[in-house]
Structure formats: C-alpha cells, structure tokens
C-alpha cells in the first residue's frame, strides 16, 4: 500500500497536482471503499482494488478534478452527485446558503413558509441545501445547460426523503435564466422571498489557468 501510495504522489507532483499525497490517498480510500482514518490500518491491496486505484490515478493524472474522479463532492450537510458537464461546488458557496437562510429568516412569519429560487442551479448542491436547511420552503431551481441540469436531478431525487422531512419541496426546472420571469419562472412573479445565484461568471478570456478547471469544468 505505502509503495502504491508514494507511486501515484510522485505522478501527480509531476504534473502540478498541488496536494499529490493527500489525493493519492483519497483515491485510495475510494478505491478501498474505507474512510481516510481506515488506511492506516491497511497493508495489503487486492489485484482487484490496485486496478480500480489506478483507473482512478490516471483520471486525475490527466488533471480531471478529483471530485468528478470519485463522482460526488461535499457540500454543508450532504454529498452531491458530479461528473462532466457540471460544476464542482465550492466551498464559498456555502456562505452564500448561510446569507439566503438569515435571509429566509427575517422575512418569514410564525408558521408562513417562504418561496426560494435558485438561478442557475448546476449540480443543485444549494437548491438541495436551501431546501433542507430552511424547512418549510417551496424552492425552484432553474438550470440552463442540459447536462449540469441531469446532474441537478440526480441530487434533486437523491434527498427526496430529506427535503420532504423538511416540510419542503423541490421543484428543478430547465432553461435560460434571461427573460424567465416571463417563461420558466412566470407562475412566481411576485411571490419569491429569496433569489440566490452562483453563475459560470467568468468570461472567455479570463479562464483560470488550472487544468481542473479550463479542461473539464
């Protein structure tokens, strides 16, 4: 195990992976199927798990973010499902949830529930997030790009169960963000609480350099 793990370090140090050790483990754990706090206990890896660990280390060799090798990321309370055609969501992000749901709670009687809307939605890592979170919440998230949408729906039915605890419920619908007020979103028109966004905002000719990012996202 120590040699696999030092094997896949050193190929990820050499093409720029910043953290190459930490990633080599998690990628280990995945293919183990164990937490991080488990790999100190193992010292033997079947042929089986050293060829899932491999397929995994030449995914992120090639720079493909991590997230969409193992095919989920967390976010606040949950995991969502990730993969190509969608955004990773960040960790900033989260403080974005936390504004919506002060938000949410100034505006909100004793017993009124409030209507939320997510534009641009991507992986519905904050639709989901805000519909748990602020309970008793209609929330509506509206994704241009078909398969960041696909994604959102996965995430959308993975926490059915959560969201209707909640008191909450869930609406992802698809389509362009100008002009929905009149189109996707007519039916709201008056009636929203909060709006949060976190678009694809960087424009063409300012894509960062990494090639996590301008490769795969």
Known sequence: MRDLLASAAARFEAVGIETPRVDAELLLCEALGISRGQLLLIENVSDEQRAAFEAFVLKREQRMPLQHVVGRAAFR???????????????????????????????????????I?????????MTVSLA?????????????VEP???WGRRTGESFAVAIAAAGSTL????????????????DLVGRVDVVVSN???????AVPRDPEVHLHE
């Open 199 to 205: 678009p694809p905002y960087i424009p063409t000719w």
């Open 148 to 150: 960041a949408y696909e």
């Open 117 to 125: 809307v997510d534009l641009c939605s991507g992986s519905a890592a």
């Open 77 to 115: 309370r949950i995991e969502v499902e990730i993969g190509p055609g969608v955004l990773t969501p960040r960790p900033e992000t989260e403080l974005l949830v936390d504004a919506a749901l002060k938000h949410v709670a100034s505006r909100r009687g004793a017993g009124q529930r409030v209507q």
């Open 171 to 186: 609406d992802l619908r698809r389509g362009d963000v100008v002009g929905c007020e009149a189109r996707e979103l007519a």
């Open 132 to 144: 748990i979170e602020a309970g008793d919440a209609d929330v509506v998230g509206l994704e241009f």
